[in-house]
């Protein structure tokens, strides 16, 4: 596919996007109707609970002077950072951990501001409103946040994850001129709850005996996994068809074209959840669905949209890795082209 060139409507589908969706939304909400709380809800909520009854025994094993049992606890502590902050984040960004608005409006303040140093506001505008309302749609929700193209291929992809941790709470603070006085001030409290917490914790349960160790294991165990979600954010959409604001093709065209599933990886599975890695089709097509209602209607959503002859992309990690080294200057530094689909507007 040359993303430069116009591109035929698949043959089997030119009843068009809207008709076809319909057929694939019904389909699924079968699967959700027939489905119990446990696997709508209850699966992804046990992993989250599960993480954070995982704490303490991160911290403790901090306690010991055995370098395994020391590894094991930088393991669980990051290992249960991630779930609470992708995973958790995620899920709670897009009110599928309840239905409840609510507990929802809860969640999203406790996984993303607490949890996550960033602001509950720029997290649903960014994430909600502009990356799923315009997948890949230049200008809008293109990913292009993730590009840096002052850095080199290398630099960006094996060093600049190591900024996550720090760049996060800076940009929060940094976007916090744009919001009203109050709500300014509740996320810087309950950032700094969040972030005091980890570092107390590792001073008075961990046995820390000074600032720059707990500031440094604070970094170690939010970096754990930084690589890996730097990565996936730019292997399941860059390099994929990017479309215009004026010309953009219609929903189910735009998500099978432009979104791209990961092969299943355990720990990325159990720490960013399926919607991110394995089911981010399925995530983008219905993106209040939880972790696990994605990984069970993967099988619908995938026999129809090949039924259909629409594309339904697919690859590994290590796959996209060695592309990303090789197409370093065409993906993340150049403008990218702009897709035209003949007929799917």
Known sequence: MEPTEPMEPARSAPRGGEALLRELEVLVQDVVRTSSWWERHGVDCAILALSLLALPAGFLCLRWENALVFASGITILGVCHYTLTVKGSHLATHGALTESKRWSKIWLLFFVEVCTAFTAEHATHGHIKMHHAYTNVVGLGDSSTWRLPCLNRYVYMFLAPFLLPIATPLVAVERLRKVELGTALRTLALISLGLYSHYWLLLNVSGFKNPSSALGCM????????????????????????????????????????????????????????SIISCHVEHHLFPRLSDNMCLKVKPVVSQFLREKQLPYNEDSYLARFQLFLRRYEEFMVQAPPITELVGLQ
């Open 219 to 274: 970094f170690l165990t939010r970096s754990l996994l930084a690589h890996p979600y730097l990565h996936v954010n730019i292997f399941q959409h860059i390099g994929l068809p990017m479309f215009s604001r004026d010309n953009k093709p219609r929903r189910i065209h735009m998500m099978s074209l432009g979104v791209l599933n990961l092969a299943r990886l355990p720990v990325l599975d159990w720490a960013f959840g399926h």
